[in-house]
């Protein structure tokens, strides 16, 4: 199975969150290739920067020692928008459907709003 990981379970998994249930636990664990999106990384910055989000340690870090692959935002996955319905409007959360559809990954996440989009996702 290859992942690709909503940013709230980026940071559950680095706190060891009890939010993260025990079977999205054991898929990230287990998982052939687990990718985290740019995308998350300038949400992260963005809320940091107003104040509403502080780390310990910078996002980047948090991603590689967890063995996490960045995935970097490619054309091909900002053209997938063009043809994205509009049923949520958080442009974060777009790009990592469009992510999840090109690349052909399960989305991890706890956001009930991908639901609409079918993409394949493991709900934590």
């Known amino acids: ?49 107003a104040g509403r989000l502080r780390l310990a340690d910078p996002f980047g870090t948090m991603v590689t020692d967890s063995g996490f692959e960045p995935m970097a935002i490619t054309f091909e996955h900002a053209e997938r928008l063009l043809s994205l319905p509009s049923h949520h409007r958080d442009p974060f959360d777009r790009m990592l459907i469009a992510q999840a559809e090109v690349e052909r990954l399960t989305l991890v996440t706890h956001d009930r709003a991908f639901a609409p989009y079918g993409v394949q996702t493991l709900w934590t």
Request: net charge positive; proline share 0%; no cysteine.
């Open 1 to 49: 199975m290859r992942l690709l990981l909503d940013t709230h379970v980026v940071l559950w998994w680095r706190l060891d969150s009890r939010r993260l249930r025990r079977d999205a636990r054991r898929a990230i664990s287990s998982a052939d290739a687990v990718f985290v999106s740019s995308a998350s990384a300038w949400e992260v910055a963005i809320k940091i920067a």
